[in-house]
């Protein structure tokens, strides 16, 4: 597609509900990173792929946290017991190659937790 | 670790004037990028202007300026000729240049500064 797509764009979850959010890359761009966003803060790391191998998971907050991308394409990021620490922004980001340096965001998916 | 600071959480200014964004940073690195990103209420990124740690020349774009200190670890964005579309949160961001071993050119992000243009 002609950007990086993210859906939901809002979800509402119960403390204790398992989410999964969805990442649709550029097609053809090989490296994709999810961020967390708390409200009022910068984005921070959560996992990076490189096509469907997940490099580097050293920014999930917890084995609650789990993302995978089978086909090196489409990312899921999955919560597992949601959390009121958890509501966030989940931004996606994609670029062609992993020395490449034009990252294009998505919009995210805000998460509340309730 | 790299940590990237903005110690600004809020800057205004008048439409047709000027405004710089501070933005200070740490690493041990001496290759690196450096970034500055909008971020509009529909919470997309958008790159506004980048600079490479090698090149002592500051990034300009349009209206857009960057004062890079090197030494001083300081990455400031000077807007000129604010507009009211400028409005946004915006975010000093730094990579590891090397994005192979274990930095994958993940992206640090400072906390932010919610910039508002008044007419």
């Known amino acids: 597609g002609a950007g990086v797509s993210q859906s939901p764009r809002y979800k509402v979850a119960k403390r204790g509900q398992d989410v999964a959010l969805r990442c649709d890359p550029i097609?053809?761009?090989?490296?994709l990173f999810w961020y967390q966003q708390a409200l009022g803060q910068g984005p921070e790391f959560l996992t990076y792929?490189?096509?469907?191998?997940?490099?580097?998971k050293s920014g999930l907050p917890s084995d609650r946290f789990f993302a995978e991308r089978p086909e090196g394409s489409v990312s899921t990021l999955k919560i597992q017991r949601t959390q009121q620490e958890d509501s966030a922004v989940y931004l996606c980001?994609?670029?062609?190659?992993?020395?490449?340096?034009?990252?294009?965001f998505g919009s995210g998916t805000r998460l509340t937790v309730v | 670790a790299q940590t990237v600071t903005q110690s600004q959480p809020e800057m205004s200014v008048q439409e047709a004037e000027t405004v710089t964004l501070s933005c200070t940073y740490d690493?041990?690195?001496?290759?690196?990028?450096l970034f500055w990103y909008k971020q509009p209420p529909s919470r997309q990124m958008i790159l506004v202007i980048r600079?490479?740690?090698?090149?002592?020349q500051n990034a300009t774009e349009n209206r857009f300026s960057v004062n890079f200190q090197k030494a001083a670890k300081s990455f400031s964005l000077k807007i000129s000729d604010s507009q009211l579309g400028d409005a946004a949160m915006y975010f000093c961001?730094?990579?590891?240049?090397?994005?192979?071993?274990?930095?994958?050119?993940?992206?640090?992000f400072g906390q932010g500064t919610i910039l508002t243009v008044h007419p």
């Open positions: 980001a994609s670029s062609p190659g992993h020395r490449d340096i034009g990252y294009t």
């Open positions: 097609s053809g761009h090989v490296s």
């Open positions: 792929f490189q096509n469907e191998a997940q490099l580097d």
């Open positions: 690493t041990s690195e001496s290759d690196y990028y």
């Open positions: 600079q490479e740690a090698y090149k002592q």
């Open positions: 961001a730094y990579r590891y240049r090397n994005a192979g071993g274990t930095s994958y050119g993940k992206l640090t």
